[in-house]
């Protein structure tokens, strides 16, 4: 992945636009990963009130952790685009720099805010026993996904298509991820369960 942005980015753009590139996939990575702490913490409980029969605990602990990463998201993403230039001043003196990244931040991190939306349902998956699903999932983003629009997109739009596959790729599997959360939803969580009386 990081090859074919970074390859795409020196053809299109050049040097100032790779640079650009690694400091926006730091804060990319100050957003995700705390989301991602919060969901694997959350697996085991998933996965003790699931092996216990507890449907109404997974749900309500699916809830919360879905309010919680989406809020998490959202709140994170908008203090991001607010915040465009001091962030970027953090990682460079320099100003060529500096106003790139800025312009360019809003569009990268464009769909980030529902992403913690997709990490919810991914960790939930993997907690309900669906490790072929989340990984599927996982690799949907960054892998099925982004590598392809990063390649495609620039002949369309040029240098800054390579920005916009960010928010294009986590939109698209963030709803796909929901899409297939809901239609197993009911299957994996009957409302109607002998253990759901179990830790009641």
């Known amino acids: 992945m990081t090859i074919t942005l970074n390859t795409g980015l020196q053809a299109y753009g050049g040097d ?7 400091i926006l996939t730091s804060v990319l990575q100050l957003i995700v990963m705390p989301i991602n702490g919060f969901t694997q913490g959350v697996q085991p409980i998933l996965s003790y009130c699931y092996g216990a029969g507890n449907n109404t605990r997974v749900r309500q602990a699916y809830y919360r952790l879905l309010a919680t990463a989406l809020a998490f998201s959202v ?9 465009a230039q001091p962030l970027a001043r953090l990682f460079s003196p320099n100003q060529a720099l500096i ?3 800025a312009r360019m931040m809003p569009v990268f991190l464009g769909g980030i805010w529902i992403f913690g939306a997709q990490l919810a349902c991914q960790s939930t998956f993997l907690a309900l026993g669906q490790a072929k699903v989340s990984v599927f999932l996982a690799l949907l983003r960054k892998v099925i996904l982004l590598v392809p629009l990063a390649m ?5 739009f040029g240098v800054t298509g390579i920005y916009y596959a960010e928010p294009v790729a986590d939109i698209t599997a963030s709803l796909t991820t929901l899409a297939i959360f809901l239609t197993r939803y009911r299957k994996l969580l009957p409302l109607r369960e002998g253990g759901d009386t179990a830790a009641n």
């Open 99 to 101: 106003s790139l990244t």
């Open 152 to 156: 495609i997109l620039p002949r369309f």
């Open 75 to 83: 709140s994170a993403c908008l203090l991001s685009i607010l915040l």
């Open 16 to 22: 100032l636009y790779v640079g650009s590139m690694t």
